[in-house]
């Protein structure tokens, strides 16, 4: 007999009663939605770029860096294996072309001994040594980074493109946790970051109309560097040079490198002059409060503190004036490291350099044994905030520059809404009204059962957190039609038995039984289209195969729970003596 038992009732009823619950903060205002009590859902959709307006950027990683600085570092690891492993003599070390660096071995002799532990090194073992470990990466897969050529006593090493190509995709994952952590904190809600081809990285964050803010949080390659200044500074009586002098250099070097040597080309009387050591020790850097200021800071490694170390960064004020400054701890390692640094330079200055540029400069007073410190640089709040956020998500394995910049208003976003919301009535009425025609009362629990399948998926949509983007409006319109399709089918297939003289009760529960196999069947087949476009897709492509996956489901539940529980309890009423189709 055609009927449900209150057991497959009840589960049915609360789950169309949990997604209402959930689909209400939606059509609610925020602050009708702030005042719910607090054990009732109030997170509505989120919506997406295209609906609230935002920022959109393409990042892209400097290949051209990033190959100097593979090469600069193998450089360095060529250099200790000569000297430490091999132990021979060479000459000629040193970057020969953009993709290459070569060495000459002095005795012919050792070349066989040379080249053993040479050739380690054309291998990228990211989980440790080289640029990779630098860098962070992790695993244990080796990959050839570098071709070797030995032609007699001459050693090239040349750079691989499947081996860069694997070194830049290691470097932007490394890349895409960095940036979601930078952004993330921001207090964003629902931004999009995606790896694009082989070096972009497409970043999308709805409702952040602050897109310069954006390209310097995420710009900052995050570098800090803790270095002692040298004893001469070019502000130092009769050591200043002429204006003309530093704007040259600033225009032709600190724009492109952000750092610097003067050169005595450029210039008659150089800061240093007068000590030859200042110059081969220290290198010139620019201040960040005073661009066509520049400082000389320690070129020792020994002298140097890095910001790897760095556990946690926090915008606080200054006690002692109020001003914004940024609070940061280091883990045991660095600490150790920083209170030596402090304790053995007490009454001199050392420079905060955060991407080769100093942001503070102040005097050791006392050793620093807490592992803590302040950075303070005439920041603003909102400086002091970001400069903290990109400190605590930690340095970039690779510059990045922006190749494509976007700016979404809200009216664009506006204008969007509206035209779905209108798009979406017009549907929904129109199904309405054709089902009633078609089907009579059928056509009302029909329609009764499409509102619940909208409930649910909206309620869904909102339960998982999920970004609304006018694609995902279309999506919902074209659920609203399939919902209505497998109530069709079900209502033909009733006229079918019908008319094969069958009793109202038999044709109801053939009707409903038959025409499973084939809604089964039409909403599997969309379901795979959807995965597909969800694994293949990307941006509003997702958000369309999402709301649809989802949509496909909410309507297999209503066709054959919800309208045939309604149908069940009409039956149970009103022992019909025949079907109103």
């Not at 290949?63 to 690891?77: A, E, T």
Request: charged share 20%.
């Amino acid at each position: 007999m055609f009927q449900l038992s209150k057991w497959k009732t009840i589960p049915i009823l609360l789950i169309v009663l949990m997604g209402i619950l959930f689909s209400i903060p939606n059509f609610l205002s925020a602050d009708t939605r702030a005042k719910l009590p607090d054990f009732l859902p109030s997170s509505p959709m989120v919506l997406g770029l295209d609906l609230q307006g935002g920022s959109h950027l393409v990042l892209e990683v400097d290949s051209k860096k990033f190959k100097d600085d593979l090469l600069k570092q193998l450089v360095g690891d060529i250099r200790h294996v000569m000297r430490n492993t091999a132990k021979v003599r060479y000459s000629g070390l040193g970057k020969k072309s953009q993709d290459s660096v070569g060495i000459t071995i002095k005795n012919p002799a050792d070349v066989e001994k040379a080249l053993k532990p040479l050739t380690a090194l054309t291998k990228d073992n990211s989980a440790g040594g080289g640029l990779g470990n630098a860098m962070g990466f992790g695993g244990a897969q080796s990959a050839d980074l570098y071709t070797i050529d030995v032609k007699g006593q001459k050693i090239t090493f040349t750079l691989s493109k499947p081996g860069l190509n694997k070194k830049i995709g290691l470097a932007i994952e490394h890349i895409l946790k960095i940036l979601s952590d930078r952004i993330n904190s921001l207090g964003t809600t629902e931004p999009s970051i995606q790896r694009q081809g082989v070096d972009r990285i497409l970043v999308q964050v709805p409702g952040l109309q602050d897109p310069k803010r954006l390209k310097d949080l995420l710009g900052k390659t995050a570098k800090l560097n803790f270095q002692l200044q040298c004893d001469s500074q070019p502000t130092a009586a009769g050591q200043t040079p002429p204006l003309e002098c530093e704007a040259v250099a600033l225009q032709g070097e600190i724009k492109k490198q952000k750092q610097f040597k003067l050169k005595r080309a450029l210039c008659d009387k150089l800061p240093g002059d007068a000590d030859k050591d200042v110059v081969a020790d220290c290198k010139l850097l620019p201040t960040e409060a005073e661009p066509m200021r520049v400082m000389w800071v320690k070129n020792t490694r020994s002298a140097i503190v890095g910001g790897q170390n760095l556990v946690d960064a926090q915008p606080g004020f200054d006690s002692r004036n109020g001003q914004p400054i940024v609070n940061f701890r280091f883990n045991t390692a660095g600490g150790l490291q920083f209170g030596e640094l402090t304790r053995k330079n007490v009454g001199r200055q050392f420079a905060i350099i955060l991407d080769n540029e100093v942001v503070s400069a102040p005097v050791i007073q006392t050793a620093i044994l807490g592992g803590s410190g302040q950075i303070s640089g005439n920041f603003t709040v909102t400086e002091a905030k970001d400069l903290a956020i990109v400190l605590r998500s930690g340095a970039l394995p690779a510059e990045l520059t922006i190749v494509e910049e976007r700016t979404v208003g809200p009216s664009l976003g506006r204008d969007s809404v509206r035209a779905g919301f209108i798009a979406s009535i017009i549907g929904l009425i129109s199904i309405l009204i054709f089902m009633i025609i078609s089907y009579r009362l059928f056509g009302i629990f029909a329609n009764i059962a499409l509102l619940a399948n909208l409930f649910l998926l909206v309620g869904i949509l909102s339960a998982l957190g999920a970004t609304l983007t006018l694609p995902g409006i279309a999506g919902i319109v074209l659920t609203m039609g399939m919902a209505v399709d497998s109530n069709v089918l079900v209502f033909e297939r009733i006229r079918e038995e019908m008319a094969a003289k069958r009793g109202p009760l038999n044709a109801i529960e053939i009707g409903f039984e038959k025409a499973l196999a084939t809604i089964l069947d039409a909403n599997f087949t969309t379901f795979i289209a959807a995965v597909v476009l969800f694994g293949l897709g990307s941006g509003p492509i997702k958000g369309f195969a999402v709301t649809l996956g989802l949509g496909i489901i909410t309507t297999v539940f209503t066709a054959f729970t919800f309208t045939r529980m309604v149908v069940a309890y009409w039956v149970a009423v009103k022992r019909p003596k025949s079907v109103p189709l």
